[in-house]
């Protein structure tokens, strides 16, 4: 590992095959704390590569458990995190409005590390027991029409640097890394990206990877459709920018979408919105995500009949009803 550190430190970067071959001997146990710490450091320092993604996503997916649901005609909904914005858990929510609808999803997550409350917190609080085998992730995917992949039970590489990550408490290219290793294989992701830098890497990796791909970025730095301002979009034709009246809603203030200071607060939220009593601001970017997510399946219509889809399914209770179903 020093003379990896020695190579990063001159401003070298890796091959694929090195990041691949170094990630999966982190995941092995084979550096001690302090190298990996050091490592993982030098990319907070500079930005990560398209090859060194590369590289770090096949490690993650060869070393990750296999999953078999079946199908993957599937929906996923992430973000990488990391967007210093505290908001609720838009994503999550979001999934279970889509899952409302019909659309199987399976949602890949974890603890949150730079935020109070990530899926996998949420989800918890809320009585959800995590599963680790494909049969009881087919049975709540049959159930509600969704299943959550908590990421370290999945992925040993995850589990053996999340002590690591908490300490930090700093976004980290595991934050970036997470959206992309669904071990699920979804056919659909609609990924929320914290940078533009980082949306046009994503774009170069999917466009060679996966068809059905939806990056979003709000113009003013969250992971997702925030309506706090424009949203950037990119997906396998190219970019868009949409305003908050062309996806249907008006502008809302970042306060409005505070996630809360406490996993509590955070679960408490989650669950009145489903049970239908989120503001409209709360409502209106779930939805806007939701809808957003349907469309990229190309099997719901255009924008406007999927927000019709995902309005009738949060507002119906259908969405609620998944979640439900998924904890009993």
Same mark, same amino acid.
């Given at each position: ?21 170094? @990630? ?49 005609? @599937? ?101 970036? @890394? ?26 170069? @990796? ?123």
């Amino acid at each position: 590992m020093k003379q990896i550190l020695q190579y990063l430190f001159n401003h070298n970067t890796l091959s694929k095959a090195e990041a691949k071959a170094i @990630l999966t001997e982190i995941a092995q146990n084979k550096f001690n704390e302090n190298e990996v710490t050091a490592f993982v450091t030098v990319f907070l320092m500079r930005s990560i590569t398209l090859e060194e993604m590369e590289g770090f996503q096949e490690a993650l997916l060869r070393l990750s458990v296999p999953v078999d649901l079946g199908t993957h005609d @599937l929906v996923d909904i992430v973000g990488t995190g990391g967007d210093g914005k505290d908001t609720f858990n838009i994503s999550t929510l979001a999934s279970f409005v889509v899952a409302g609808t019909g659309q199987k999803v399976a949602k890949h997550g974890n603890y949150g590390v730079s935020t109070i409350s990530g899926s996998s917190n949420v989800l918890e609080e809320l009585g959800y027991q995590f599963k680790t085998n494909s049969e009881d992730l087919r049975k709540d995917l049959e159930n509600g029409n969704i299943c959550f992949l908590h990421a370290p039970l999945f992925h040993p590489a995850l589990r053996s640097v999340a002590p690591l990550r908490k300490g930090l408490g700093l976004r980290t290219f595991f934050n970036i @890394l997470g959206p992309l290793v669904n071990p699920a294989k979804p056919k659909f992701s609609m990924i929320g990206v914290y940078s533009l830098e980082i949306a046009r890497i994503y774009q170069y @990796l999917l466009q060679k990877k996966q068809e059905n791909f939806l990056l979003v970025h709000a113009l003013d730095g969250y992971d997702e459709i925030s309506l706090t301002s424009d949203t950037k979009i990119f997906d396998k034709s190219g970019e868009y920018i949409y305003s908050a009246e062309e996806l249907g809603f008006k502008n809302i203030d970042p306060e409005s979408i505070f996630g809360g200071n406490t996993k509590g607060d955070a679960a408490s939220i989650f669950k009145s919105i489903l049970e239908g009593n989120g503001t409209d601001e709360q409502n209106s970017v779930v939805l806007a995500n939701a809808a957003m997510a349907l469309k990229n399946t190309e099997k719901h219509g255009n924008y406007e009949d999927c927000l019709a889809l995902a309005t009738d399914s949060l507002e119906s209770g259908k969405a609620l009803k998944c979640l439900q179903n998924i904890i009993n």
